[in-house]
């Protein structure tokens, strides 16, 4: 579904992440773990073509995607929700669940199932479908931010940190939500909340300093190795 072949990303003289390769198999939930400043956030960015590599390739799907703009990216169904949620506050709920499937051209009978299934996803959602999003709670959002997301149904989605800023039992219901689209296509997951990620994944990746120092199956990797990681010790 997913490699990510020697990548590196930099700001300037600073790498952010540094020769990556990792693969990423149909179906599976990963999490990306790390302390800030691991990278994973611009990794994240490179594979939805937000930001541009400095060297390494990217495939998704069977096909190489490194040259390509984040619209084309979505329509081939690769989909970001970003850290800081992102929403179009003036416009509605319904505006901004639309505007997501606008990329990948899903009208009419597709559009009416996305949105079904978001608001079905998301029950909050519906009960405040023609508010102004920017009037929503910030867990709200968040979920607005999501279903944004999963409305180009896309094969790949891509989590950046959905817990930042929640209170714990909001995120919990967040998280809850996205346990229900385990299986039925594949995400990576960036989440500061260890056992969050370790709850709902069953592949971890470990960055440290924009080096991939750990990878495999949820149990194979120690939680001490994990500790390692966010306290800068690898």
Not at 12 to 25: H, N, P, R, T
Not at 72 to 86: M, Q
Not at 191 to 212: H, M, P, T, W, Y
Request: glycine content about 8%; some cysteine.
């Amino acid at each position: 579904m997913l490699r990510v072949q020697n990548l590196t990303v930099a700001y300037g003289s600073i790498k952010a992440v540094k020769d990556l390769s990792l693969e990423l198999e149909p179906g599976s939930f990963a999490a990306l773990l790390g302390r800030n400043g691991a990278g994973k956030t611009s990794l994240l960015k490179a594979i939805a073509g937000l930001v541009p590599p400095q060297r390494g390739r990217i495939f998704f799907d069977g096909q190489e995607i490194t040259s390509l703009p984040p619209w084309e990216r979505v329509r081939l169904g690769l989909s970001l929700v970003p850290e800081g949620r992102r929403i179009f506050a003036p416009l509605s709920v319904y505006e901004n669940l639309k505007l997501g499937a606008f990329a990948t051209n899903h009208h009419g009978k597709k559009t009416k199932e996305s949105l079904d299934y978001v608001l079905d996803l998301f029950p909050a959602l519906k009960e405040r479908l023609y508010l102004p999003a920017g009037a929503l709670s910030g867990g709200e959002q968040q979920m607005l931010a999501v279903a944004r997301a999963l409305m180009s149904q896309p094969k790949l989605l891509l989590l950046d940190e959905p817990s930042m800023g929640l209170a714990p039992k909001v995120a919990a219901k967040i998280f809850d939500s996205l346990s229900k689209v385990k299986g039925y296509l594949t995400v990576l997951l960036v989440e500061q909340n260890i056992s969050r990620g370790l709850k709902l994944a069953d592949k971890l990746f470990v960055l440290d300093s924009g080096c991939l120092v750990r990878q495999g199956l949820t149990h194979e990797i120690s939680l001490e190795a994990i500790e390692e990681a966010y306290l800068g010790r690898l």
